[in-house]
């Protein structure tokens, strides 16, 4: 009994290098060098020191995805011009005094870097972090992770790496632990949210109309496979003449400029023609699974990509409040203030890490007049307000912010600002609220305030929702016809749902026709002909018959290569559509997330080897659940035989 958790932990950790490999290499190297035996820099990772200037040329642009970042200067500090954006002078500083004086090991710079971070009200500092899961130098694979998991607990890289290395190090149990944290990060972090979603959009469009052309086509050429034998005899032709014939009718739509999806449409008309009611219904939701793959989903997909690669606002702003803003940052964001609000609640945020709290609170009191405030605004500025002298501002701020919505960091800046006002039950009540919400969050937090004395209010950076707001907010410019659909069923949904209408009604009004054109060309039709002819050598008519049941044996050895090769193709056999329309769907699931392990676009260095995790888990269970239905499809045929 005891050996059986054992197994199941190696079996989760093999499971965790399989779905992560490609990410694996880089989470294990390291210098072997214990972190303790190497020269630290001077300053933070990802942070320049304090005093040096941020050259940003003229025209340039931040890093973007695919660039790995430069320790020890992934993002330059911010410096201030007369009549620039605000700077991060005094939170850099803060930061780059307590890497330096943190201590000799690279765990103890983290944990003063750390509460540094706090001080200055940066929840999650993600440059520092990116830049040590990047630096080989700074120490082993499995204390550098350790470190960027402690000083960007939002991070899903930073936890991803983690849990990796303590594969490495043979620590199974705690290598589940960091993957528990990586998955929720996935879904907060904005970046890497919004990552997550436009790649899942992608794998679910591609998977649909990948999904829904292959039963099409499968059962479309079952139905012709079927009709071979009767047209050859009612055009006494050969087979091959036959099949010829019946393989340039499904090609006309092709011909006609309609791509691979006309084809398959036609492919429709035959099963329908051919199929059951069950059946019919299968090859409809296929026709459906095209549609839904061609638009709404690939619509959604487009959408979902808009806050990545048009929203340069958005991602300033985004960047600007989650850790120091850059020059470029910075200047983009004063470039969009007088008519973007989230560029001035940005500007607003960073005036304050600044340490003009005076400038912060009237730049956020502007901003809270405009509207409707989200509760990371209220939060933000309930921030300012404090750093400014008015605490119980602040706190009426706090409470309007978890009235809006609660979260963990919210309560945890309300319970100290009622622990301020001595207001006991209060915060007990709300801490005890804020565990429930994230324990994590408000462990690390309460550690930080028993070691320094006290813990800063801490900042609600933007989130990936207001992000996507303000991506569907923006018109879309219309999207180009599939190569897939290139002519008239391309243009739009209504003229695919109109040609899959077409083709389900022409294959009804077809299905007596090819029923009796398939009745006169079966097995058993061709018996009764041999038997009945007229032949007065008897010989040639054994021949004959011999021949006859010779194809037979070669069209049902076919038939079982089909059904164990070709998915959905065992379903079809067996008289269950549906099962096997689920085949394919969960076959094409199972190649494309497995595919798309890196994303539509490249990760943005922040889903890291969680994303791989993900696409990777969803594509071995899609294939778990392809086996699974294949087997119950064959044990069907096989009784049915």
């Given amino acids: 009994m005891g050996e059986a958790p054992r197994v199941c932990r190696w079996l989760l950790g093999a499971a965790l290098l399989v779905l992560a490999a490609p990410a694996l290499p880089a989470a294990g190297a390291g210098d072997p060098t214990p972190a303790s035996a190497q020269k630290a820099p001077a300053s933070p990772p990802g942070i320049a020191p304090a005093g040096a200037a941020a050259a940003v040329p003229a025209g340039s642009s931040a890093p973007g995805p695919g660039t790995p970042p430069s320790p020890p200067a992934e993002r330059a500090r911010p410096t201030a011009a007369p009549g620039a954006a605000p700077s991060a002078d005094a939170a850099a500083t803060a930061l780059e005094r307590a890497w330096r004086l943190g201590g000799t090991s690279l765990s103890d710079r983290a944990r003063a870097l750390r509460a540094a971070a706090l001080q200055a009200g940066i929840w999650s500092l993600d440059p520092a972090a990116r830049a040590l899961l990047h630096e080989d130098s700074l120490g082993p694979a499995l204390e550098r992770a350790e470190a960027a998991a402690l000083l960007a607990p939002e991070l899903p890289a930073a936890h991803a790496a983690l849990a990796l290395a303590r594969l490495v190090a043979v620590q199974p149990i705690a290598a589940a632990d960091a993957l528990a944290a990586a998955v929720p990060a996935l879904f907060r972090h904005p970046e890497a949210s ?77 099963a329908v023609a051919r199929a059951r009611f069950a059946g019919a219904i299968a090859v409809a939701a296929a026709g459906l699974l095209v549609v839904a793959g061609l638009h709404p989903l690939a619509a959604a997909r487009d959408a979902a990509l808009v806050p990545l690669a048009a929203d340069p606002v958005g991602a300033a702003a985004a960047a600007a409040e989650r850790d120091l803003a850059s020059p470029l940052e910075l200047a983009r964001l004063e470039r969009a203030a007088a008519g973007d609000a989230l560029a001035r609640r940005a500007l607003a945020l960073s005036a304050r890490r600044g340490g003009d709290a005076a400038g912060a609170d009237a730049r956020f009191r502007a901003v809270l007049a405009e509207g409707e405030p989200r509760f990371d605004l209220l939060n933000n500025a309930a921030n300012a307000r404090f750093a400014s002298g008015a605490a119980a501002e602040a706190l009426d701020l706090y409470e309007q912010a978890v009235r809006e919505r609660p979260d963990s960091l919210v309560l945890f800046n309300l319970a100290q600002s009622y622990g301020r006002a001595i207001m006991l039950d209060e915060q007990d009540l709300a801490l005890k609220q804020a565990q429930v919400l994230d324990a994590r969050a408000v462990h690390a937090l309460t550690r930080l305030a028993a070691e320094v004395g006290s813990a800063g209010p801490v900042d609600v950076p933007l989130g990936a929702d207001a992000l996507r707001e303000r991506a569907a907010a923006r018109a879309l410019p219309p999207g180009r016809p599939s190569a897939l659909a290139p002519g008239v069923l391309g243009r739009s949904p209504l003229a695919l749902l109109a040609g899959l209408a077409a083709a389900a009604l022409a294959g009804l009004a077809a299905r007596g026709p090819l029923r009796r054109l398939a009745a006169g060309g079966d097995f058993h039709a061709g018996l009764a002909r041999g038997l009945q002819s007229r032949e007065v050598d008897p010989a040639l008519r054994v021949a004959r018959l011999s021949a006859l049941r010779a194809r037979q044996v ?73 086996a699974v239905v294949t087997a119950m499809c064959l044990s069907l045929l096989r009784s049915r035989a």
């Fill in 194 to 270: 919004l990552w997550l979603r436009a790649s899942a959009l992608d794998a679910g469009a591609r998977a649909a109309l990948a999904g829904g052309l292959a039963f099409l086509l499968v059962a479309g050429l079952g139905a012709a496979a079927e009709l071979v034998p009767g047209l050859a005899v009612r055009l006494g032709a050969p087979a091959a003449s036959a099949g010829a014939a019946l393989a340039a009718f499904l090609l006309v739509p092709a011909a006609a400029g309609q791509g691979l999806v006309g084809v398959a449409f036609a492919c429709a008309a035959l």
């Fill in 554 to 626: 070669q069209l049902v050895r076919l038939r079982r290569v089909a059904a164990l090769t070709v998915p959905g193709a065992a379903g079809l056999q067996s008289g269950h559509a549906l099962l096997g329309l689920a085949a394919v769907l969960l076959a094409a699931a199972a190649v494309v997330f497995y595919g798309a392990r890196a994303g539509v676009v490249p990760d943005p260095f922040a889903a890291g080897a969680a994303g791989a995790m993900a696409f990777g888990g969803g594509g071995l269970l899609a294939a778990l659940g392809y």
